[in-house]
């Protein structure tokens, strides 16, 4: 499937020699979870992104990982993406909790789970697809279940990225604003399809997350209900009315859960 809907890749989704010129560096943003980060396990070639001041306990808990870091002044999450799109030019973001990418296209019985190299095969391919569609924003399905799994549209050329797990490659015009406090996927979406009206979505594939709105450290030490207020009053006042409050409450985590109605 990969061959068929991907030129330039062989079945696992890995570029020929030839297309390797734009490798997309895999990122994970941490902070403050030097020893409780998952996501290392879950692709191979992943960097750990932290401040200086944490270098030397992410060394000594994540034996073996490359780690970038940057300077304690990038405080939050939505800077701290900022930064590291602009450091790293062509990056693929995943959150430090991942616990691993999942087939969601599958028949029932048949395995799901991505083993690590296949997943950072599988994303150095959807970045080069987006690049050749001329798509900068890219990601994965932001659904687990099979029953939202469209085999007839698989990639989408429109919509929202997941914030655990997207990618922005060189020369987008994007940019995290720094006063969003746990939006941040909202934003860059939003931003995306003013600039450009087209991302590039793999929905064949998900990555699974623990739940971070309660997890100790990273975001959860700056998310609660009064940030996610002010949070979508001010996607509201930048982009209007196609943010809106989530109608249905069924399965909601806090009541300013938003949908986004981008008209193309």
Same mark, same amino acid.
């Given at each position: 499937?990969?061959?068929? !809907?991907? *030129?330039?890749?062989?079945?696992?989704?890995?570029?020929?020699?030839? &297309?390797?010129?734009?490798?997309?560096?895999? +990122?994970?943003?941490?902070?403050?979870?030097?020893?409780?980060?998952? %996501?290392?396990? #879950?692709?191979? $070639?992943?960097?750990?992104?932290?401040?200086?001041?944490?270098?030397?306990?992410?060394?000594?808990?994540?034996?073996?990982?490359?780690?970038? %870091?940057?300077? &304690?002044?990038?405080?939050?999450?939505?800077?701290?993406?900022?930064?590291?799109?602009?450091?790293? /030019?062509?990056?693929?973001?995943?959150?430090?909790?991942?616990?691993?990418?999942?087939?969601?296209?599958? *028949?029932?019985?048949?395995?799901? %789970? +991505?083993?690590?190299?296949?997943?950072?095969?599988?994303?150095?391919? %959807? #970045?080069?697809?987006?690049?050749?569609?001329?798509? @900068?924003?890219? *990601?994965?399905?932001?659904?687990? #279940?099979?029953?939202? @799994?469209?085999?007839? $549209?698989?990639?989408?050329?429109? *919509?929202?990225?997941?914030?655990?797990?997207?990618? +922005? !490659?060189?020369?987008?015009?994007?940019?995290?604003?720094?006063?969003?406090?746990?939006?941040?996927?909202?934003?860059?979406?939003?931003? $995306?399809?003013?600039?450009?009206?087209?991302?590039?979505?793999?929905?064949?594939? @998900?990555?699974?997350? /623990?739940?971070?709105?309660? $997890?100790?450290?990273?975001?959860?030490?700056?998310?609660?209900? &009064?940030?996610?207020?002010?949070?979508?009053?001010?996607?509201?006042? +930048?982009?209007? &009315?196609?943010?809106?409050?989530?109608?249905? /409450?069924?399965?909601?985590?806090?009541?300013?859960?938003?949908?986004?109605?981008?008209?193309?």
């Amino acid at each position: 499937m990969l061959q068929k !809907l991907q *030129g330039g890749h062989d079945a696992r989704g890995r570029l020929s020699k030839s &297309d390797r010129a734009m490798e997309v560096k895999v +990122v994970i943003p941490s902070h403050r979870r030097w020893d409780r980060v998952l %996501t290392t396990m #879950a692709v191979d $070639n992943a960097i750990l992104c932290v401040a200086e001041s944490q270098r030397s306990l992410y060394e000594k808990c994540n034996k073996g990982v490359e780690i970038v %870091t940057h300077p &304690d002044s990038v405080i939050g999450l939505a800077r701290k993406r900022d930064w590291i799109i602009k450091h790293f /030019k062509n990056v693929f973001m995943l959150d430090d909790d991942v616990e691993g990418l999942s087939r969601i296209y599958v *028949g029932k019985g048949e395995p799901t %789970t +991505v083993e690590p190299d296949e997943a950072y095969d599988i994303i150095q391919a %959807t #970045a080069h697809a987006a690049h050749e569609a001329g798509a @900068y924003l890219f *990601g994965f399905s932001s659904s687990p #279940a099979p029953i939202s @799994y469209d085999a007839f $549209n698989p990639i989408r050329l429109s *919509g929202y990225v997941t914030g655990c797990a997207h990618g +922005v !490659l060189e020369g987008s015009k994007l940019w995290y604003n720094p006063d969003i406090i746990c939006n941040e996927d909202y934003w860059i979406s939003l931003l $995306n399809a003013h600039h450009h009206r087209l991302l590039w979505k793999d929905t064949r594939f @998900y990555w699974k997350q /623990k739940d971070t709105f309660v $997890n100790r450290g990273g975001l959860a030490e700056f998310r609660n209900i &009064d940030a996610e207020e002010k949070d979508f009053q001010l996607l509201q006042r +930048v982009f209007g &009315d196609v943010v809106e409050l989530r109608k249905s /409450k069924q399965n909601t985590k806090h009541p300013f859960q938003k949908t986004l109605r981008i008209p193309f």
